[in-house]
């Protein structure tokens, strides 16, 4: 963990928040420490996930792997960063350059800023362009991953898949980050596989990988965004084998 979340002011911003002036959060970390640790943990061929919810833990995690690569030599290390709810410009393009992973939860990002959550108030609306900047980040070439992050949010895929789905900007001009069905899918399968380096064992359907798949009880293609959420498992399998089916 590089720092906590916006809603307690424990986030590290690289700015003050918008509603605490002269408040810029707490980091869990120095750069120097982190740095150090990185360094040491990418020396071992260990792969490093870190909490950073603010732009400014989110910059410290990103300068520590850059500072690991530096000390080490490049190699397919696969360091994420997790949540990223906010993003300074500067560091956008970093997670490509540095084949950092994305690691990403659609379910984090509030609906509108009226819909009674206070992460909108801390941030500010000059943060909003690049908060959850999922597509954003897709563009640049970063490689993102989905999941739920729970129990801070339900387990359950398809509420996840909603939030991605129909997304739309808080303010008109911002950057739209709605995500296609596609990009969700592989956002929670294949992308995820990546990011643990399991791709060649799960994340497809494809002949030699993990016969662990699901069933729905409708066409994910056929059916409207606005009613995903409302998709139900029919069959689940688990290494070939059929372990659940819904009562008829």
Same mark, same amino acid.
């Given at each position: 963990f590089m720092d906590g979340v916006l809603e307690s002011y424990t986030a590290l911003m690289v700015d003050e928040y918008a509603? $605490?002036?002269?408040?810029?959060? =707490?980091?869990?970390?120095?750069?120097e420490h982190f740095n150090a640790i990185?360094?040491? !943990?990418?020396?071992?061929?260990?792969q490093i996930f870190v909490?950073?919810?603010?732009?400014?833990a989110v910059r410290r995690t990103l300068d520590g792997y850059a500072h690991a690569r530096q000390r080490n030599g490049v190699r397919d290390s696969r360091h994420r960063v997790e949540h990223i709810e906010t993003l300074h410009?500067?560091?956008l393009h970093r997670f490509a350059e540095l084949g950092v992973i $994305? #690691?990403?939860?659609?379910?984090?990002?509030?609906?509108?800023?009226? #819909?009674?959550? =206070?992460?909108?108030?801390? !941030?500010?609306e000059a943060r909003w362009p690049l908060s959850f900047a999922w597509q954003t980040l897709r563009e640049t070439g $970063?490689?993102?991953?989905?999941g739920s992050d729970w129990p801070v949010v339900t387990l359950d895929p398809m509420q996840g898949f909603y939030a991605a789905l129909n997304r739309e900007p808080w303010v008109d001009g911002h950057p739209q980050q709605r995500q296609t069905l596609e990009q969700t899918i592989a956002g929670y399968t294949r992308d995820a596989a990546y990011a643990e380096f399991m791709e060649h064992e799960k994340g497809m359907i494809r002949t030699g990988m993990l016969a662990d798949l699901v069933l729905f009880d409708r066409d994910l293609f056929a059916t409207p965004a606005a009613?995903?959420? !409302?998709?139900?498992? #029919?069959?689940?399998?688990?290494?070939?084998?059929?372990v659940w089916q819904k009562a008829p």
């Open positions: 509603d $605490a002036p002269g408040n810029r959060g =707490v980091a869990l970390y120095t750069a990185a360094a040491e !943990a990418d020396r071992l061929g260990l909490h950073a919810c603010g732009e400014g410009p500067a560091d $994305a #690691s990403m939860q659609p379910l984090h990002a509030p609906p509108t800023i009226h #819909s009674g959550e =206070v992460w909108p108030l801390r !941030a500010g $970063a490689h993102l991953a989905f009613e995903i959420a !409302a998709v139900r498992l #029919s069959v689940t399998v688990c290494d070939g084998q059929v």
